[in-house]
Nanobody, 123 residues
Framework: QVQLAELGGGSVQAGGSLRLSCVVS????????LAWFRQAPGEEREAVAI???????SYDDSVKGRFTMSMDNANNTLSLEINPLQAEDTAIYYC?????????????????WGQGTQVTVSS
């Protein structure tokens, strides 16, 4: 059973950078797809970055070049670095996992979720 817990988040100025972390308990390399989602007020939850079970990453077009997803397998910690931040990045950010090699961009296909962390970007 995988459990996820986000760390980081907060209020930051546009143009700055932020690193979100997610501790993935019960994680085994090669068994889980991992993803970062975000949900802005009044919007649906959307995937911004996904990582297949062997570390291959993909990004939504809206965040390419600004978001970097990485996994520290030694510490079972997933990270999402955002640089530079934009006002439209304001949202609750969630890490998620599903017990398959391949990832999807659809939230309903993920079995495990963190509690979410708020990111607020002021311009």
């Amino acid at each position: 059973q995988v459990q996820l817990a986000e760390l980081g988040g907060g209020s930051v100025q546009a143009g700055g950078s932020l690193r979100l972390s997610c501790v993935v308990s019960g994680y085994t390399f090669g068994r889980y797809c991992l993803a970062w989602f975000r949900q802005a007020p009044g919007e649906e939850r959307e995937a911004v970055a996904i990582m297949d079970a062997y570390g291959g990453t993909s990004y939504d077009d809206s965040v390419k070049g600004r978001f970097t997803m990485s996994m520290d397998n030694a510490n079972n910690t997933l990270s999402l670095e955002i640089n530079p931040l934009q006002a439209e990045d304001t949202a609750i950010y969630y890490c998620a996992a599903r017990g398959t090699y391949a990832c999807t961009w659809h939230s309903e296909s993920y079995n495990y979720w963190g509690q979410g962390t708020q990111v607020t970007v002021s311009s």
